[in-house]
Nanobody, 125 residues
Framework: VQLVESGGGLVQPGGTLRLSCVVS????????MAWFRRAPGQERVFVAF????????YYGDSVKGRFTISRDNAKNTVYLEMNGLTTEDTAIYYC???????????????????WGQGTQVTVSS
């Protein structure tokens, strides 16, 4: 199973970016999907989650109301729409896939089965 993120880049504070993650080599509908991020010098933290069919969406506290996760099972793709970006959103963003879902595991990086290579998001004026 391969996950490939794209859509990162440099954006000014207050701007918008849309990240994409394409999954290949497996059955996309069998995975719950999540986005995590790692800022310089920090550990990987949970950003957003979406269930198998798109129902059940959860967000980290720092992105609630600004970020939206979605998925298109026909395109094997999960998205992260990021609005109102601030410098604190600067990080490498990773998508992750998991077969067996539990609420307890949702925000835990170690619980996910597959990971992408990450895409850099830099928010700076």
């Amino acid at each position: 199973v391969q996950l490939v993120e794209s859509g990162g880049g440099l954006v000014q504070p207050g701007g918008t970016l849309r990240l994409s993650c394409v999954v290949s080599g497996g059955t996309f509908g069998d995975y719950v999907m999540a986005w995590f991020r790692r800022a310089p010098g920090q550990e990987r933290v949970f950003v957003a989650f979406i269930g198998y069919s798109g129902s059940g969406r959860y967000y980290g506290d720092s992105v609630k109301g600004r970020f939206t996760i979605s998925r298109d099972n026909a395109k094997n793709t999960v998205y992260l729409e990021m609005n109102g970006l601030t410098t604190e959103d600067t990080a490498i963003y990773y998508c992750a896939a998991k077969v067996q879902f539990t609420m307890r595991d949702m925000p835990e990086p170690g619980a996910y089965d597959y990971w992408g290579q990450g895409t850099q998001v830099t928010v700076s004026s």
